[in-house]
């Protein structure tokens, strides 16, 4: 069974910098498109990025777009998202999560990180 464990949440003031990871066990990752996702208190769960089987074309909403990265190593089965210059509408918790290239759905979801941005 598959198994996604992300890690790196914590609390920092605005401008500062994070960078998540997320491990992945129990699945091919290299047939898997994995992203990160968040949740903020009081509201849906948005997509955030996400990065290909082969680490080409990656994608983010657009309020993160130059301040995220997303990355993978398909060697380690990890993923991870470099985030500077967060701001309090970042404060949610991230979740990894994991789409097999035949399916069209993310099927497989981390416990999720706690982000908080505050001075």
């Known amino acids: 069974e598959g198994q996604l464990v992300e890690s790196g949440g914590g609390l920092v003031q605005p401008g500062g910098s994070l960078r998540l990871s997320c491990a992945a066990s129990?699945?091919?990752?290299?047939?898997?498109?994995m992203g990160w996702f968040r949740q903020a208190p009081g509201k849906e769960r948005e997509f955030v990025a996400a990065?290909?089987?082969?680490?080409?074309?990656?994608s983010y909403i657009d309020s993160v777009k130059g301040r995220f990265t997303i990355s993978r190593d398909n060697a380690k089965n990890a993923i991870y998202l470099q985030m500077k210059d967060l701001q309090p509408e970042d404060t949610a918790v991230y979740y990894c999560?994991?789409?097999?290239?035949?399916?069209?759905?993310?099927?497989?979801w981390g416990q999720g990180t706690q982000v908080t941005i505050s001075s």
């Open positions: 990065i290909s089987w082969a680490g080409g074309r990656p």
């Open positions: 999560a994991g789409r097999h290239s035949s399916r069209s759905l993310y099927d497989i």
């Open positions: 129990g699945i091919t990752f290299s047939s898997h498109t």
